[in-house]
């Protein structure tokens, strides 16, 4: 008898265990089915914020002031091999109708210098090497660049050279890189060498960039009939 009860004691116990063990295993796949859930959900939540915090630059920049010629015969800008951006205290660069988030962008300016002007016909348009910075500027706390990315000699005569090309608008963050437009004119009126440059985001923004271009570009040209 007490053998027998001896064994159906171990048999409940067996059973008892077997009875709080399936809970136990629920308990741990119900957890481990929360954790995957949630690793999935935050894996899903970072995408979303990574995506929202992506923001296009959106606007245009001008900027002004005076240059040198190297190469040729002075004054005669369709001889020149390159021309070199003046930025002294004396002599700086200057920002104009700076618009968008380009607005209230100043100092430290950078522009891209020497630049390589009346290319030779086996060396095609390219007037800066691959992937140049054009120009940056501060809009605080951010520096706004343009990386140039396609380029080419749009215009030439003895006063007057036009380039222009596409390039990448940038502000520190590459998930905010946006595709844009540059275009640069150089003049010269007796002694006086004189640059503009405007730049632009190439996204919609209502005919600002194009009117800003087409400002920089028409300037130049009174200046040349002036002078003719």
Not at 8 to 14: E, G, Q
Not at 17 to 24: G, Q
Not at 101 to 121: D, E, H, K, R
């Amino acid at each position: 008898m007490f053998r027998l009860n001896k064994m159906l004691a171990r048999r409940l116990r067996m059973i008892c265990y077997c009875r709080a063990d399936k809970p136990t295993k629920e308990r741990k796949k119900e957890m481990k089915n929360n954790i995957i859930k949630y690793l999935a959900s935050t894996a899903l939540a970072v995408g979303i914020v990574g995506t929202v915090q992506a923001t296009p630059i959106t606007g245009s920049i001008g900027f002004t002031g005076s240059y040198t010629q190297n190469g040729g015969t002075a004054g005669n800008l369709a001889s020149a091999t390159s021309f070199t951006i003046v930025n002294t205290l004396a002599h700086p660069i200057v920002v104009f109708d700076a618009m968008g988030m380009l607005t209230g962008a100043a100092a430290p300016i950078t522009f891209a210098s020497p630049i390589t002007v009346n290319f030779s016909p086996g060396n095609g348009n390219l007037v800066f090497p691959s992937d140049v910075q054009l120009w940056s500027a501060t809009v605080s706390p951010l520096t706004y660049s343009l990386l140039v990315t396609t380029e080419m000699q749009t215009f030439t005569s003895g006063i007057q050279i036009n380039l222009a090309g596409n390039g990448t608008l940038r502000d520190g963050t590459a998930a905010d890189d946006t595709p844009g437009t540059w275009q640069i004119g150089f003049g010269v009126t007796g002694s006086s060498f004189t640059w503009q440059s405007t730049s632009g985001s190439s996204l919609p923004d209502g005919g600002t960039t194009a009117m800003l271009l087409g400002a920089a570009l028409s300037g130049l040209a009174l200046l040349r009939r002036k002078i003719a």
